[in-house]
């Protein structure tokens, strides 16, 4: 391990079901090259000697993981999800401070759909915010231009994209603070999409570190043939 990148716990939210891919299971239990989804972006952290270990949080009644191969994987540990994305991060990091993780050691959450996480990019985010006070994520600059629409689906004005970066994963936070952001923020019903937005509720601001585009969310069918096209090509 390269002394200068940090050790870390990563959590892997997976326990949506993914309905805009229309497909007979949630989205991170479809095939990729051999394997499911979820088996490619957890992957990357497994690979990794400054893992500390991991929690993946599933559905209640998940009846696809204890057929992957990384099931019986000591270094991970299974919680049930929440209802919403911040409920099972919540409840994956209770978990953490069970096994004896500190306030202050660093935590990745990863989007359980995005399996095209390069080594690189990790070591990248691990280092630039090895130091950093708050902590931040992976992302990338706005390229298309950008509109403003009202509820008719009807331009109202062209945003400045020199300001606007689309946010990726992993997110990358101290365990305490990213604790009591999505607790504080549940309670007092805020609407959080991501782990950056409750740590910015909360006051802080999140430091972007930029990645690869291809770092892509597997939302709809599109884009898991495009990357079986790029797989396929790299091979």
């Given at each position: ?5 940090p050790?870390?716990?990563a ?5 949506g ?15 990729l ?18 893992l500390?270990?991991?929690v ?35 409840n ?18 990863h ?23 708050v ?75 930029e ?25």
């Amino acid at each position: 391990m390269n002394l200068s990148l940090p050790a870390f716990w990563a959590v892997i939210p997976a326990a949506g079901v993914g309905a805009r891919m229309a497909a007979d299971r949630p989205k991170q239990y479809l095939q990729l090259g051999g394997r499911t989804i979820l088996e490619h972006s957890l992957g990357c952290f497994l690979d990794h000697p400054g893992l500390k270990g991991l929690v993946v949080s599933l559905a209640v009644d998940d009846p696809y993981w204890p057929n992957l191969a990384c099931a019986g994987d000591k270094r991970i540990q299974r919680v049930d999800g929440g209802a919403e994305r911040s409920g099972s991060v919540l409840n994956a990091l209770l978990h953490l401070h069970a096994l004896g993780a500190d306030d202050e050691d660093w935590v990745l959450v990863h989007d359980a759909a995005r399996p095209n996480l390069s080594r690189d990019d990790l070591d990248k985010l691990l280092g630039q915010l090895a130091d950093d006070p708050v902590g931040g994520l992976l992302a990338v600059p706005a390229r298309d231009t950008l509109k403003r629409v009202d509820k008719q689906g009807r331009v109202v004005e062209t945003v400045d994209r020199s300001v606007i970066w689309q946010a990726y994963t992993p997110q990358m936070f101290r365990l305490g603070a990213l604790h009591r952001a999505l607790a504080d923020s549940l309670v007092a019903d805020a609407v959080i999409t991501d782990e950056a937005s409750a740590m910015e509720w909360s006051g802080m601001a999140p430091r972007l570190i930029e990645g690869r585009a291809d770092n892509l969310k597997v939302t709809r069918p599109e884009d898991l043939e495009w990357l079986r096209l790029r797989w396929a090509n790299r091979r």
